[in-house]
C-alpha cells in the first residue's frame, strides 16, 4: 500500500505513484467502492476488511480505510473490531453515501466453521463513516467528504480539495489528474422506488396476482419439430440394430448348419455301409491241401468239429465271412472317431 499503479486508460500506460499518511499495511481479499467530492476535486477510494495473505487463521480486519487522490494520502475512518472482521467478500455504492458489503468468511481459526458476525449484507455510511443499522432506499443523500479525510487534504464536505500538497512521482501522472473529465458519460440510476415486501407464500395470498400465460398458449413453436428429430433418430437407430442383430443371427445358424450337415452326412454313409455289409462266403479251395497246418491225424478237434481259422503261411488273409454283433460297438466306435 506504500506505492499504487495508476493505469491511464486513454494512453493505455502505466504509472506508479507513492502514497503518504498512515498506510494500512499488507491487505488482500478486501473491497473497495470510489466516491467522488461534489465538485470532483478528490476521490475518495474506501477499502474495507481483508487479511494480510499469510497467516487466515488470525483476525481479519474490520477497519475502513480511505486512499484519496489525487493526494495519495492514507487515512482511517473506522476502527473496527476482530470477531466483525472478513474478508472475501464484496462491495457496491448504489448511492453515492452508502457502501453495501456483502458476503465473505471470517477467520478461519479454531477447528470449525462459523458465520461472519451480524448477517452477510452490511450497509456502510460513508459520509458520517458509520455502519448503518437499517437500510430504506428512499433514505439517501449526497456524498459529503468525511472530515478528517478534508482535514488532511483541504476545502470542505463538498470538495475544495488543495491539489498543490501532491508530489508527484511522474508529471505526466499530474498532467492526466489536471485533464477535465467529460462526467456527462456517467449515467446516474438512483434513485430507486421502494417494493412492497413480497409474502411469505404467495400461493395462499388472495392478492397474488398469477403470472401471465405466455401468449398463444400452449408451447412454444420449437416443441414440436425438435421433438420429431428426435423421435425420428430413435426410430432409425432402433431399426438399424434390428437388422444388425437379424444379419448376424443369420450368419450364425448358417455356420451351424453347413458343420451339422457335413457331420450328418459323414455318419449317414458310415451307417449304410456297416448296415448294408453282406457276410463273405466261405472260401472253397480246388484241392486237397490242408486249410490247417494240422494234419487230420494230428490237429486238435474239439467237441464241434471246428478247425480254426488261421493265416497259415499267407501274406493275404480274409476273416470268415460272418461276426459277431458284440464287433459293432468297437467298430462304430472305430469309425466315428475317424470321421470326427
Not at 457496491?92 to 456483502?102: A, L, R, S
Not at 458476503?103 to 463513516?129: D, K, M, R, T, W
Not at 400452449?218 to 419439430?225: E, I, K, N
Not at 425438435?226 to 432409425?236: E, H, I
Request: net charge negative; aromatic share 12%; glycine share 8%.
Amino acid at each position: 500500500m506504500t506505492t499504487v499503479s495508476v493505469y491511464d486508460i486513454a494512453s493505455g500506460t502505466w504509472y506508479n505513484q507513492p502514497t503518504t499518511g498512515n498506510q494500512p499495511g499488507a491487505l488482500t481479499q478486501g473491497c473497495t467502492v470510489v466516491a467522488a467530492a461534489q465538485d470532483n476535486s478528490s476521490y475518495n477510494i474506501y477499502w474495507y476488511g481483508g487479511f494480510d495473505g499469510i497467516d487466515a487463521t488470525e483476525p481479519f480486519s474490520d477497519d475502513v480505510w480511505v486512499l484519496s487522490v489525487p493526494s495519495f494520502i492514507w487515512k482511517k475512518v473506522y476502527s473496527g473490531n476482530a470477531t466483525h472482521g472478513r474478508a472475501g467478500h464484496k462491495c457496491v455504492k448504489p448511492y453515492p453515501d452508502q457502501m453495501f458489503v456483502i458476503g465473505g468468511y471470517p477467520s478461519l481459526s479454531g477447528y470449525s466453521l462459523s458465520c461472519v458476525e451480524s448477517g452477510i449484507v452490511q450497509v456502510f455510511n460513508l459520509s458520517s463513516a458509520t455502519w448503518m443499522t437499517s437500510y430504506d432506499p428512499a433514505v439517501w443523500s449526497n456524498y459529503s467528504v468525511p472530515s478528517m479525510i478534508y482535514l488532511a487534504i483541504g476545502g470542505n464536505g463538498t470538495g475544495g480539495a488543495n491539489l498543490t500538497t501532491s508530489s508527484w512521482a511522474n508529471q505526466s501522472l499530474a498532467t492526466v489528474f489536471s485533464t477535465p473529465y467529460d462526467v456527462s458519460k456517467i449515467t446516474k440510476w438512483y434513485p430507486y422506488a421502494s417494493q412492497a415486501a413480497s409474502p411469505t407464500n404467495p400461493r395462499q395470498s388472495a392478492s397474488a396476482t398469477p403470472a401471465p400465460s405466455p401468449s398463444g398458449g400452449g408451447l412454444p413453436s420449437w416443441v414440436a419439430p425438435v421433438l420429431g428429430v428426435v423421435l425420428g433418430l430413435v426410430a432409425l437407430s432402433a431399426i438399424l440394430i434390428f437388422i444388425l442383430l437379424w444379419r448376424r443371427r443369420r450368419l450364425f445358424r448358417q455356420q451351424d448348419g453347413s458343420v451339422a450337415n457335413t457331420s450328418d452326412m459323414n455318419r449317414y454313409r458310415i451307417m449304410s455301409w456297416v448296415r448294408g455289409a453282406e457276410p463273405k462266403a466261405p472260401t472253397v479251395t480246388s484241392d486237397e491241401t490242408p486249410s490247417s497246418p494240422y494234419d487230420d491225424s494230428e490237429s486238435p478237434r474239439d467237441p464241434n468239429n471246428v478247425v480254426p481259422a488261421e493265416a497259415a503261411g499267407a501274406q493275404v488273409h480274409e476273416m470268415e465271412g460272418k461276426f459277431s454283433a458284440l464287433h459293432l460297438p468297437a467298430i462304430w466306435f472305430c469309425l466315428l472317431d475317424a470321421v470326427n
